[in-house]
């Protein structure tokens, strides 16, 4: 098994719970209120300004020129491209950017940036790797079980969002992601993968928790 096999393993209970979650089924069949996506497109936005700071503690950790590059060029990307489904929903909405960071950060959300942003600063490479696949490989497979259900990859509102995770693009770099992982964690040690493990799991248990906190709207 490679270690992202293994790490997939580790997380599966906690990310069947994320497929379950009413907040994700609701964008699925189109009946998440919109009032609720709202909401949480606000801070998820936040959110992606914090995720593309772990990339950024990257760079800095990269001990060779060609992961720095990888980094660096994943930061850019997230910061430019990445953004665009977040920033055509904000405008449908009429949101403007400026009220996303007039916006208090809810706790769930901070716990879990402060946590990848704690790994970072303390760990490597392979532990910053780890602490960010568990939101893009989540949300890459989220985004292709529910194209799969009919009709939500059509919906109105919800189905830009669900052919943006599923889209070939987004699956095209989680695939990196998951590739990176393995070539950042080949021949670690078993108590190196155990620390993998438990961020990774934690991360999940994060991801998990900002679909609860977005559902609740819960500050
Ligand atoms: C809470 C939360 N978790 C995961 C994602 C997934 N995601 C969407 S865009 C992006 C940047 C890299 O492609 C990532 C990781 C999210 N949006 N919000």
Redesign the pocket.
């Known amino acids: 098994m490679t270690v992202t096999q293994r790490l997939y393993q580790a997380a599966r209970p906690v990310w069947e719970a994320c497929h379950a979650h009413p907040f994700v089924r609701g964008i699925g069949d189109g009946t998440l209120p919109l009032e609720q996506f709202r909401w949480f497109l606000l801070q998820?936005y936040r959110?992606?300004f914090d995720?593309a700071r772990v990339f950024a503690y990257g760079v800095i950790k990269a001990r060779d020129p060609e992961l720095m590059r990888i980094f660096s060029v994943n930061l850019d990307a997230?910061l430019g491209g990445?953004m665009r489904l977040h920033r055509a929903y904000m405008a449908r909405l009429g949101i403007p950017e400026a009220q996303v960071f007039a916006v208090q950060p809810a706790l769930a959300n901070l716990s879990?940036t402060h946590y990848m942003l704690a790994v970072a600063a303390a760990g490597g490479p392979a532990e910053i790797v780890a602490s960010l696949l568990a939101?893009?490989w989540?949300?890459a497979e989220i985004g292709q079980r529910l194209a799969d259900l009919p009709g939500a990859a059509e919906h109105p509102f919800y189905g830009e969002w669900v052919q943006g995770?599923a889209g070939a693009d987004?699956q095209k770099?989680n695939a990196a992601l998951v590739a990176l992982m393995d070539t950042l964690a080949q021949d670690c040690s078993e108590a190196d993968y155990q620390r993998l493990e438990e961020i990774f799991v934690s991360c999940s248990r994060y991801?998990l928790g900002?679909w609860d906190m977005a559902w609740k709207r819960e500050p």
């Open positions: 998820d959110y992606l995720y997230i990445e879990y939101c893009s989540s949300y995770y987004y770099t991801e900002f």
